[in-house]
């Protein structure tokens, strides 16, 4: 049975990347990203799981009679931290998938 050695070969390699990448995932959920919006007055802290872990907001930004410039610093900030979790897990995993057709990602 000809070429065993080399299967055998490549399924260790695909365990060891495999390892690599669940390493590689459980570090980038542990990370943490901050945005903020408006000089500061919002600021908004998500982990890598893309799940916000906190807002903060100045309390001079809160202003009754213009409600919508809150909520347009709260997305701005939000958008933005979840666009840098997103660019952080494409450069970590993209690394797993470099050369291969069509990637995995």
């Not at 409600?67 to 997103?86: C, H, P, S």
């Not at 690394?95 to 990637?103: A, C, D, I, V």
Request: hydrophobic share 35%; proline share 2%.
């Amino acid at each position: 049975m000809r070429g065993g050695g080399n299967m055998n070969n490549m399924m260790k390699q695909m365990q060891k990347m495999q390892k690599k990448m669940m390493k590689a995932q459980e570090e980038l959920y542990e990370m943490t990203f901050e945005s903020s919006a408006g000089g500061g007055m919002v600021k908004v802290i998500a982990n890598g799981k893309k799940e916000i872990t906190d807002i903060e907001i100045d309390e001079e930004v809160v202003d009754p009679e213009d409600v919508e410039m809150l909520q347009d610093l709260i997305i701005t900030a939000t958008n933005d931290v979840l666009k840098q979790v997103d660019d952080k897990t494409n450069d970590t995993m993209g690394q797993f998938t470099k050369g291969m057709p069509g990637g995995m990602f």
